[in-house]
């Protein structure tokens, strides 16, 4: 049975920092690009980062570039996300997410293209 955790979410400050975590279980994702959204409330999932199996390709939303780092440990079989210089539009649910399609990037930051999702963390950001 396939189970992404997210952890490391909480409260933060603006202009500090978060870490989040996504542990994976269940089988072995090194092959498979992973990528992390978020939700507002009241608001779309939106796409925030990405990337591929073997961590030297990556990919980021326009509005955490420079401020994010996706990497991953696949001995670990877990994802992180580092988040600073936060700002209160960070605040949402987070999730990790995986792509299992290997033949393509195409449609990466929509959430449709992933088929495995954690359950999410929150995160949020006060002014």
């Known amino acids: 049975q396939v189970q992404l955790v997210e952890s490391g979410g909480g409260l933060a400050q603006a202009g500090g920092s978060l870490r989040l975590s996504c542990a994976a279980s269940g089988r072995t994702f090194s092959s498979y690009s992973m990528g992390w959204f978020r939700q507002a409330p009241g608001k779309e999932r939106e796409f925030v980062a990405r990337i591929s199996g073997n961590g030297g390709s990556t990919w980021y939303a326009d509005s955490v570039k420079g401020r994010a780092t996706i990497s991953r440990d696949n001995a670990k079989n877990t994802m992180y996300l580092q988040m600073n210089s936060l700002k209160p539009e960070d605040t949402a649910v987070y999730y990790c997410?995986?792509?299992?399609?290997?033949?393509?990037?195409?449609?990466?930051?929509?959430?449709?293209?992933?088929?495995?999702w954690g359950q999410g963390t929150q995160v949020t950001v006060s002014s």
């Open positions: 997410a995986v792509d299992t399609r290997v033949w393509t990037t195409h449609g990466m930051t929509n959430a449709a293209s992933y088929i495995y």
